[in-house]
T-cell receptor, first 112, second 114 residues
Framework: SQQGEEDPQALSIQEGENATMNCSYK?????LQWYRQNSGRGLVHLIL?????REKHSGRLRVTLDTSKKSSSLLITASRAADTASYFCATAIIQGAQKLVFGQGTRLTINP | SAVISQKPSRDICQRGTSLTIQCQVDSQVTMMFWYRQQPGQSLTLIATANQGSEATYESGFVIDKFPISRPNLTFSTLTVSNMSPEDSSIYLC???????????FGPGTRLTVL
């Protein structure tokens, strides 16, 4: 079963604004990752945050992780039209092989 | 990043037929996975492709329906057998390098079953 729940399911903002997407999960994790998918193509890895980290930055991306609430957020600052895509969180559980469980995704549209 | 290629990129198939999807990864990849993404949905892991042995399937997926091969480290195939319209999805392979947690994805195969 899917572990990750994301909200919102869809987000539409103006270019230059910030976009925030949230992800919640159910079980203990080793790490949480965010991926981007453009128009039903392959996924691109954006950023990984480990269970012992609380915040991480990469360029215009900022990810937070709250393991007590089993939730994460992805912030994209100063959005651009090229950021239009679907964004998925994926959790890697502690036990077993390094398998990823994906959330339902957020469809982000940046309006010029 | 790893280089992962898939073929075909898309196909339209008739009900009851089978389609084999190929995935080629670069030599630094150790683990390979197959996912299904139904229309408008998220990714669901089908199986982990094991080199030289039977794949490890997730709950809800069986070898008779989705036979997987991985004859060597850098190549794997997924067959979608006895297809029905419900099998219409994007099928993606991914690879993971030793010691790293992120996965690299192929461009996907968009399958439509009529």
């Amino acid at each position: 079963s899917q572990q990750g729940e994301e909200d919102p399911q869809a987000l539409s903002i103006q270019e230059g604004e910030n976009a925030t997407m949230n992800c919640s999960y159910k079980t203990s994790i080793n790490n949480l990752q965010w991926y981007r998918q453009n128009s039903g193509r392959g996924l691109v890895h954006l950023i990984l945050i480990r269970s012992n980290e609380r915040e991480k930055h990469s360029g215009r991306l900022r990810v937070t992780l709250d393991t007590s609430k089993k939730s994460s957020s992805l912030l994209i600052t100063a959005s651009r039209a090229a950021d239009t895509a679907s964004y998925f969180c994926a959790t890697a559980i502690i036990q077993g092989a390094q398998k990823l469980v994906f959330g339902q995704g957020t469809r982000l549209t940046i309006n010029p | 990043s790893a280089v992962i290629s898939q073929k075909p990129s898309r196909d339209i198939c008739q009900r009851g037929t089978s389609l084999t999807i190929q995935c080629q990864v670069d030599s630094q990849v150790t683990m390979m996975f197959w996912y299904r993404q139904q229309p408008g949905q998220s990714l669901t892991l089908i199986a982990t492709a094991n080199q030289g042995s039977e794949a490890t399937y997730e709950s809800g997926f069986v070898i008779d329906k989705f036979p997987i091969s991985r004859p060597n480290l850098t190549f794997s195939t997924l067959t979608v057998s006895n297809m029905s319209p419900e099998d219409s999805s994007i099928y993606l392979c991914s690879g993971q390098r030793q010691g790293l947690n992120e996965q690299f994805f192929g461009p996907g195969t968009r399958l439509t079953v009529l």
